[in-house]
């Protein structure tokens, strides 16, 4: 699934079409693509891992979910969910959700939740987060109401920048700790913007698809925790968990009917033991 950065890099790249006027809208989406035929480009802004491709009195709003994808001036041989044509060029979308948003977008984006975004609120992402003390610190990072353009991969190196486990509940973090995996869901993913510029971003993974630490040597964890249920790699021994561990009740059995009680050992024997 496309992160906050690559829909970052995809708005940079249609840039030309800002202030153009879309001469043909065809695709294969259920919507009325037709609508935005003869319409002229107010802006192209990005809202975590929404694209948005504003017109007057209404929005196109891309999000790419798992496998989506994005040509520009080109075509992939599969039928694009929308195709916008412009007098300098084209822009096709693959494989992803699109709507229509209507009146103003500050109507229905808060911008200081996106990380990328200059209005991002740290202390705003903080309140958030003390609503929900119970949350795990792994669901709460992919909460896009509290740290929209984060995903899977900023999420798992966050939390091993920041020495959190995964399973760590948000209320048991401390506030400095807890300021930290604020402070580095933004600073990584401009950092990840970087990698991506330079085509260089998996050579920076420091346990998103490893095996071993790359700060103590041992093996990684790779499990699938919380309420979102996405893959995650942790080191067990550097990454601290915050909170009690579920206590799992033991299980005792029955004594087994046939089986003798074992004879009772006196006091003297048990002490020679």
């Known amino acids: 699934m496309p992160e906050g950065p690559s829909i970052v890099i995809l708005r ?21 693509l037709t609508r ?11 809202w975590g891992k929404h694209f ?8 196109l709003r ?9 040509r520009i001036d080109e075509r992939k041989p599969s039928p694009p969910r929308v195709s ?23 109507d229905t984006y808060d911008w200081r939740g996106d990380v ?20 795990l610190i792994c669901d709460a990072l992919l909460d896009q109401d509290i740290f929209a353009g984060v995903g899977n991969i900023i999420k798992n190196e966050v939390l091993f920048r920041t020495r959190v ?25 401009f950092d990840f913007l970087d990698w991506k510029r330079q085509f260089v971003l998996r050579q920076h993974w420091l346990v998103h698809t490893k095996r071993s630490c790359p700060h103590c040597g041992g093996p990684l964890s790779k499990t699938y925790p919380g309420t979102t249920r996405r893959r995650t790699f942790f080191c067990p021994v550097c990454q601290v968990r915050y909170g009690a561990v579920p206590a799992v009740p033991a299980v005792r059995k029955a004594p087994s009917a046939s089986r003798k009680a074992a004879p009772r050992r006196s ?3 048990v002490r020679m033991a």
């Not at 940079?12 to 009325?32: C, H, I, Y």
């Not at 035929?37 to 990005?46: F, N, W």
């Not at 973090?173 to 869901?185: N, Y």
Request: aromatic residues 8%; proline residues 4%; positive net charge.
């Open 36 to 46: 935005m035929q003869g319409r002229r480009v107010v802006a192209l802004r990005s």
């Open 267 to 269: 006091a003297r024997s």
């Open 116 to 135: 990328m975004d200059p209005a991002w609120d740290p202390a705003l992402a903080r309140r958030k987060l003390k609503q929900q003390p119970e949350t």
């Open 12 to 32: 940079e790249a249609a840039a030309k079409f800002r202030g153009k006027t879309v001469r043909l809208a065809t695709g294969n989406s259920s919507l009325d």
């Open 62 to 70: 891309v999000h790419m979910l798992m496998f989506g994808s994005y």
């Open 52 to 59: 948005l491709i504003e017109f007057r009195g209404f929005s």
């Open 84 to 106: 916008l044509q412009f007098d300098n060029g084209e822009l096709n979308i693959y494989a992803s959700s699109v709507k229509y948003i209507e009146g103003a977008l500050a």
């Open 165 to 189: 486990h995964p399973e760590s509940t948000v209320g048991a973090l401390s506030p400095r700790k807890l300021g930290e995996v604020i402070k580095q869901a933004r600073q990584y993913s």
